[in-house]
């Protein structure tokens, strides 16, 4: 049992938003005990430890609702020989190009490195889609034990897909129901498996069949969806509808499915998501990145759809991110109060909510009862600071880097900076000297 405290309390719970000079008390159990002020805590608790806000804002951890572990050995790596300008180079050229090469020691130490920038950006709990057609059995495994290392709350994947060919399709429908089944066997509130996909371009109407007829009715897909014009084009020439209907068709869409990008859809997409409450992915910074354009959140919040945040891959700041989300949604309208209200939810209540569906958690809110999952971040704002005020403070001034301490579940995986139960550079030493081979490997 821990009692975090000893700084301004940012519960998201309608009914106490704010404690200033708060704490939080989490049980063994991995959930929250109680919250207010340290001294009644401490009395309260005779036996707990301590963590020391020192005066730093208490948040809920973060949620990365579609990441991409595997892309941080990516990272200052240019495949030789190629310069991709469309979409389609950049997977082709890029992506895919890596994702043959990826042997299992690959896998997990690239997930490793990537977990460890989650705990260190205080993201509590992702969502991994896997992609390593160089290894496919087992591949889910390893990114669950690289998750398992950090203590991290995680739902694993791995991206089907018919551009390999059939046999590692099958394959890779068949590492999804292992994991979930393990996963499953396993048990807590940790780990979660669901049916990963690629996109709609890369998806068979066989393959997608291949891929519901399989999938237990507890769980659900993650699917890039209308991320490029490509995408979209594709299957309207290809199938004569919309990807988003085409997935509908197919039975793909539901309220355990995670719906990434979803930048090019028309307004019967839209309505067709709202009535399936798939949740809605954006990525801002790996939008602009491959420039594919940009969704309208603000059009998709007013419709009614279930709206998150995801990272895609580009590095684990989700505060980060976030402003990013923000600033493109005023600039991408030409009016600077685009967003306003809508965007910090994103990160504070839509992620949270559709990770809750998986995990059968709350998750992203400070109160008993909820998932013991908690950063504190050091931040001492110039200016008052409440409830009313805070998103615009962290839209401001706050990145993953301003985050001192990560504890999920009730357990404190780090500290004021400092890994608890972890050699932080020996795993980056590790995770170095494996990427050099990797790129040896990936660039011949």
Same mark, same amino acid.
């Given at each position: 049992?821990?009692?975090?405290?000893?700084?301004?309390?940012?519960?998201?719970?309608?009914?106490?938003?704010?404690?200033?000079?708060?704490?939080?008390?989490?049980?063994?159990?991995?959930?929250?005990?109680?919250?207010?002020?340290?001294?009644?805590?401490?009395?309260?608790?005779?036996?707990?430890?301590?963590?020391?806000?020192?005066?730093?804002?208490?948040?809920?951890?973060?949620?990365?609702?579609?990441?991409?572990?595997?892309?941080?050995?990516?990272?200052?790596?240019?495949?030789?020989?190629?310069?991709?300008?469309?979409?389609?180079?950049?997977?082709?050229?890029?992506?895919?190009?890596?994702?043959?090469?990826?042997?299992?020691?690959?896998?997990?130490?690239?997930?490793?490195?990537?977990?460890?920038?989650?705990?260190?950006?205080?993201?509590?709990?992702?969502?991994?889609?896997?992609?390593?057609?160089?290894?496919?059995?087992?591949?889910?495994?390893?990114?669950?034990?690289?998750?398992?290392?950090?203590?991290?709350?995680?739902?694993?994947?791995?991206?089907?897909?018919?551009?390999?060919?059939?046999?590692?399709?099958?394959?890779?429908?068949?590492?999804?129901?292992?994991?979930?089944?393990?996963?499953? *066997?396993? =048990?807590?509130? #940790?780990?979660? $498996?669901?049916? %990963?996909?690629? /996109?709609?371009?890369?998806?068979?109407? +066989? !393959?997608?069949?291949?891929?519901?007829?399989?999938?237990?009715?507890?769980?659900?897909?993650?699917?890039?969806?209308?991320?490029?014009?490509?995408?979209?084009?594709?299957?309207?020439?290809?199938?004569?509808?919309?990807?988003?209907?085409?997935?509908?068709?197919?039975?793909?869409?539901?309220?355990?499915?995670?719906?990434?990008?979803?930048?090019?859809?028309?307004?019967?997409?839209?309505?067709?998501?709202?009535?399936?409450?798939?949740?809605?992915?954006?990525?801002?910074?790996?939008?602009?990145?491959?420039?594919?354009?940009?969704?309208?959140?603000?059009?998709?919040? *007013?419709? =009614?759809?279930? #709206?998150?945040? $995801?990272?895609? %891959?580009?590095? /684990?700041?989700?505060?980060?991110?976030? +402003? !990013?989300?923000?600033?493109?949604?005023?600039?991408?309208?030409?009016?600077?109060?685009?967003?306003?209200?809508?965007?910090?939810?994103?990160?504070?209540?839509?992620?949270?909510?559709?990770?809750?569906?998986?995990?059968?958690?709350?998750?992203?809110?400070?109160?008993?009862?909820?998932?013991?999952?908690?950063?504190?971040?050091?931040?001492?704002?110039?200016?008052?600071?409440?409830?009313?005020?805070?998103?615009?403070?962290?839209?401001?001034?706050?990145?993953?880097?301003?985050?001192?301490?990560?504890?999920?579940?009730?357990?404190?995986?780090?500290?004021?900076?400092?890994?608890?139960?972890?050699?932080?550079?020996?795993?980056?030493?590790?995770?170095?000297?494996?990427?050099?081979?990797?790129? +040896?490997?990936?660039?011949?």
């Amino acid at each position: 049992m821990i009692i975090i405290g000893g700084g301004a309390v940012l519960t998201r719970d309608p009914e106490r938003p704010f404690i200033a000079g708060g704490g939080v008390a989490a049980g063994d159990d991995g959930l929250i005990l109680a919250l207010g002020p340290v001294s009644r805590l401490k009395r309260e608790y005779p036996g707990a430890g301590f963590v020391d806000a020192r005066g730093g804002l208490i948040m809920p951890g973060l949620v990365d609702l579609h990441h991409h572990s595997r892309a941080v050995f990516s990272r200052g790596l240019t495949p030789r020989g190629e310069r991709p300008l469309r979409y389609m180079d950049v997977l082709e050229g890029s992506w895919w190009r890596l994702d043959r090469a990826m042997n299992l020691e690959d896998v997990y130490h690239s997930a490793s490195a990537s977990f460890l920038d989650c705990v260190r950006n205080g993201v509590t709990t992702v969502f991994d889609q896997h992609s390593s057609y160089g290894a496919v059995s087992g591949s889910l495994a390893e990114v669950s034990r690289a998750a398992d290392r950090l203590g991290l709350r995680a739902c694993l994947c791995y991206e089907v897909s018919d551009r390999e060919g059939e046999s590692k399709c099958r394959a890779a429908i068949q590492e999804n129901l292992d994991f979930m089944r393990e996963a499953s *066997r396993r =048990g807590g509130s #940790l780990r979660r $498996g669901m049916m %990963g996909m690629h /996109a709609g371009f890369t998806l068979s109407d +066989r !393959t997608l069949e291949a891929c519901m007829e399989a999938l237990p009715a507890t769980s659900g897909c993650h699917i890039h969806v209308a991320e490029a014009l490509e995408d979209t084009t594709h299957s309207l020439q290809t199938y004569g509808r919309s990807i988003v209907r085409r997935l509908r068709e197919r039975g793909v869409l539901g309220r355990k499915t995670i719906a990434a990008h979803c930048i090019h859809l028309n307004w019967e997409d839209v309505q067709i998501l709202r009535e399936t409450d798939t949740a809605v992915v954006h990525c801002p910074e790996s939008n602009m990145g491959s420039a594919v354009g940009c969704a309208n959140m603000d059009d998709y919040a *007013r419709a =009614g759809l279930a #709206l998150g945040l $995801g990272s895609d %891959g580009c590095g /684990a700041d989700m505060l980060g991110a976030l +402003r !990013t989300a923000s600033l493109l949604c005023r600039h991408n309208a030409g009016d600077a109060l685009a967003g306003e209200g809508v965007v910090p939810g994103l990160l504070f209540r839509g992620s949270p909510t559709a990770a809750g569906r998986f995990f059968g958690l709350e998750l992203g809110v400070l109160r008993p009862g909820a998932a013991a999952d908690v950063i504190v971040c050091d931040y001492q704002p110039p200016t008052p600071l409440t409830a009313a005020n805070a998103d615009e403070h962290i839209l401001r001034a706050l990145r993953g880097a301003n985050v001192a301490t990560t504890v999920i579940a009730g357990k404190v995986i780090m500290e004021n900076r400092v890994l608890k139960a972890l050699d932080a550079e020996a795993l980056l030493s590790d995770a170095r000297q494996q990427a050099a081979d990797f790129w +040896r490997r990936a660039c011949v």
